[in-house]
């Protein structure tokens, strides 16, 4: 194999040394702001197919659609 810890060692040290050079606050800003938006989708997304599924199956109980 030819590979040793030393090697391996700086090799993740080089990684992360350039990940957080590269972070700054515009990016960790925009990287919360991605998440706060997929999660609020995500929980409209989540209600919204529950709405759907009671009404669905309101509809199948009682004979009627109501919107």
Same mark, same amino acid.
């Given at each position: 194999?030819?590979? =040793? ?6 090799? #993740?040290?080089? !990684? $992360?040394?350039?990940? /957080?050079?590269?972070? =700054? ?6 990287? #919360?702001?991605? !998440? $706060?938006?997929?999660? /609020? ?14 009404? $669905? ?11």
């Amino acid at each position: 194999m030819g590979y =040793s810890f030393a090697d391996v060692l700086a090799g #993740i040290q080089s !990684v $992360i040394s350039d990940a /957080v050079a590269a972070m =700054s606050i515009s990016n960790i800003a925009s990287i #919360i702001g991605l !998440v $706060i938006g997929a999660i /609020v989708g995500l929980f409209l997304f989540w209600w919204g197919a529950r709405w759907v599924v009671r009404r $669905i199956s309101g509809a199948f109980t009682s004979g009627k659609l109501r919107l």
